[in-house]
């Protein structure tokens, strides 16, 4: 059965960082991405990583201030923000995807985690 277990949300203040983790289990994906939801929004694509070869795709909001990365023997991806505004303030929602197209889609990611709140104070 597959888990994906996200950690690390919370409060900060404007221009301050926080580290989201998200623990995976069960088999084994080709993508790992970030999303995130703010009230009366829709879902949107905020980072990805291929689990072999790590490669990076970032949303055009957070580049330069978010990365992501992932620990091949703790199953575990992150996402590392830094430099957080009011407006990253979302629920934010670990994904995995089994194959290879698409790393931005929603639809193309097979297993969701359960969401951590990120709240961004001005």
């Known amino acids: 059965q597959v888990h994906l277990v996200e950690s690390g949300g919370g409060l900060v203040q404007a221009g301050g960082s926080l580290r989201l983790s998200c623990a995976a289990s069960?088999?084994?994906?080709?993508?790992m991405g970030w999303f995130r939801q703010a009230p009366g929004k829709e879902r949107a694509f905020v980072a990805a990583?291929?689990?072999?070869?790590?490669?990076?795709y970032y949303a055009d909001s957070v580049k330069g201030r978010f990365t992501v990365s992932r620990d091949s023997a703790r199953n575990t991806v992150y996402l590392q923000m830094n430099s957080l505004k009011p407006e990253d303030t979302a629920a934010y929602y670990c994904a995995a995807k089994i194959h290879s197209a698409s790393y931005a889609s929603i639809g193309s990611y097979d297993y969701w985690g359960q969401g951590t709140q990120v709240t961004v104070s001005s």
């Open positions: 069960g088999r084994t994906f080709n993508t």
């Open positions: 990583i291929t689990w072999t070869g790590g490669t990076t």
